[in-house]
Structures are given as structure tokens and as C-alpha cells.
């Protein structure tokens, strides 16, 4: 499992959840440390892997985005390698291995409307293997939902920009 979290960590991850363009220096202000402290503490929350700093979107918002939640039911038991697949999608913002009725479940992020969801379960998860089944959940409107887009749009985007 994940590292434990002092007070401090939290303090941090709380600034920075709320405005993730928040100077060093006010953090250090606000957190009550100083600057070069809440440097170091960043620093290793981000090494650990616990913290990342990303735009984040909300597709209500954006225009031209469709999410789509999908809940998968695996053949067998491979989770572990099964979700890293799943996760490495160019369609998928994240995925989780879950309890309930789904082993999996995973946030679908396309430009191409129900096209683009089509082609991802149709194309993409069944590149997976092992999956007997699944169900999606398209998202018609969410409230405070901020998501990171998946690497195939970002990748999109980003050659786009430069054109």
C-alpha cells in the first residue's frame, strides 16, 4: 500500500487540490512552514507517486467530449495485469478494480459522440482479452467532476496545437 501522510502532506495536497497553480511561497504562508520546506515535501509527493500536478477538465463544460463509464466482468482472475491494460487505453482516463458486480470499472473519455464509445468497447477493450463482459454508463451531465483526459486525446490535442 501507499506511504503514510503527516498533517503537513494533507495540509499540501489540500492547497494544492484546491488551486493547483497556488505559488510555493503562499502554500508555505498559508501551510505555516517555510517556502523551501513545502519545496522538499512537493518534491517527495510527487516522487512517491502520491501527488501529480495536471489540467484537469470538465467535459460538461468543454464542448465536444463524451464520458462513458464502463463496468467490466473479467473471464478469470487477472486483475492486476487485466486493469494496467485497461488503463493503458488511449480512451481511458482511469480504471479501477472495484468490489460489487464489475471487477473493473473505467472512465472513458472521446471526441467521436457514441462513435467514439462504440469504438472503444468495440476495438479497444476487446484488444484486452480475457473480458466476458461489459456495461456502459454514458455520463449525460456531472456536477464537480473534473477529469484528466486520456493520453489518446491529450496526444490529439497536443498535435493539433502545433499545427
Not at 8 to 35: N, Q, W, Y
Not at 51 to 71: I, Y
Not at 143 to 153: A, Q
Request: glycine fraction near 12%; charged fraction near 20%; aromatic fraction near 6%.
Amino acid at each position: 500500500m501507499g506511504r503514510p501522510l503527516t498533517a503537513l502532506d494533507k495540509r499540501l495536497i489540500s492547497l494544492f487540490a484546491s488551486d493547483g497553480r497556488l505559488p510555493m511561497a503562499e502554500a508555505a504562508v498559508r501551510a505555516g512552514v517555510s517556502r523551501p520546506t513545502v519545496a522538499s515535501r512537493v518534491k517527495a509527493l510527487v516522487d512517491d507517486g502520491v501527488l501529480r500536478f495536471a489540467a484537469l477538465v470538465d467535459a460538461s463544460r468543454a464542448g465536444g467530449l463524451t464520458v462513458g463509464l464502463v463496468g467490466i466482468k473479467l473471464e478469470g482472475h487477472a486483475l492486476e495485469e487485466t486493469v494496467t491494460k485497461i488503463a493503458a487505453l488511449d480512451d481511458v482516463s482511469w480504471a479501477a478494480v472495484v468490489t460489487g458486480r464489475y471487477d473493473i470499472i473505467a472512465q472513458v473519455v472521446t471526441q467521436g459522440g457514441m462513435e467514439g464509445l462504440y469504438r472503444f468497447v468495440n476495438a479497444g477493450l476487446n484488444s484486452v482479452g480475457g473480458i466476458a463482459s461489459s456495461e456502459m454508463f454514458v455520463v449525460m451531465k456531472a456536477t464537480g467532476k473534473w477529469s484528466s483526459l486520456p493520453p489518446g486525446l491529450l496526444r490529439e490535442w497536443s498535435t493539433k496545437a502545433s499545427e
